[in-house]
């Protein structure tokens, strides 16, 4: 299923009526068959609609792309408990490259992905810290009536009402995250949130750093000298 702009807001204030979509687009798609086990890193690392937001260094020797829904719970819960020790232990120090994907599973998530990438136009920095908030205060906002919550978040990050409203009327962009999604469907058989891709290898679900120490450590040992 597409998000277009019929789906998504003629303006800012649909979007309250938009988020009923949320119950009838599943978070996973049920009965998809087996997706492959791995994506060859050079595919994946095509250029997409949208530039990617790169945490840590280019040439970091283990890339990290995760796809996300900005409403997922499972999303969140990654982003709360395995994210800082992630960015603290392998990103912050070099190790890890990290790109996370937009994949939205309804129309509100999609508007959120939409102010993050408005708020970190110029700056990967401040997209980050955007989708930090938005994950850390998911409950406030991924409700009935979002729009004063998510206006309320974005005026801390900058925003004005006018800039606000722009930024979730810019079709350019909703097209751009909705090719992101769909090139992750139609290549990379992308059908649940989180999916992970660690150096090509694909990992279902919101992981434990345990889980991801096992799977990079081994990794950047095999790169050594």
């Known amino acids: 299923m597409s998000i277009t702009r019929r789906q998504f807001c003629q303006h800012a204030a649909t979007l309250a009526a938009a988020t009923a979509l949320m119950s ?8 998809a068959a087996e997706p492959p086990a791995t994506v060859p890193v050079s595919d994946l690392m095509k250029p ?4 990617d937001r790169v945490m840590g260094k280019d040439d970091a020797p283990v890339t ?10 499972h999303c969140a819960l990654f982003q709360e408990t395995t994210f800082p020790e992630l ?3 392998y990103i912050d120090t070099g190790k890890v490259k990290y790109i996370l994907r937009e994949f939205p599973l309804d129309n509100l998530a ?5 102010l993050a990438r408005c708020a970190g136009e110029l700056d990967s920095g401040k997209y980050y810290a955007m989708v930090d908030t938005l994950f850390a205060q998911q409950s406030q906002w991924a409700v009935e009536k979002p729009i004063p919550h998510l206006m ?3 005026k801390q990050a900058g925003f004005t009402e006018k800039s606000f409203e722009a930024c979730l009327q810019n079709q350019k962009l909703l097209d751009g995250i909705e090719a992101v999604r769909q090139r992750a469907i139609k290549q990379f058989e992308v059908n649940s949130t989180p999916t992970f891709f660690i150096d090509g290898k694909r990992y279902v679900g919101a992981l434990s750093i345990d889980e991801v120490k096992k ?3 081994p990794l950047l040992n095999g790169k050594k000298g």
């Open 87 to 89: 960015k603290k232990n």
């Open 152 to 154: 309320a978040i974005s």
């Open 110 to 114: 999609a508007a959120a992905f939409m």
């Open 48 to 51: 997409e609609a949208l530039p």
């Open 215 to 217: 799977a990079i450590d």
């Open 64 to 73: 990290i792309v995760e796809y996300a829904s900005m409403t997922c719970p």
């Open 24 to 31: 009838s687009i599943p978070l996973s798609f049920a009965g």
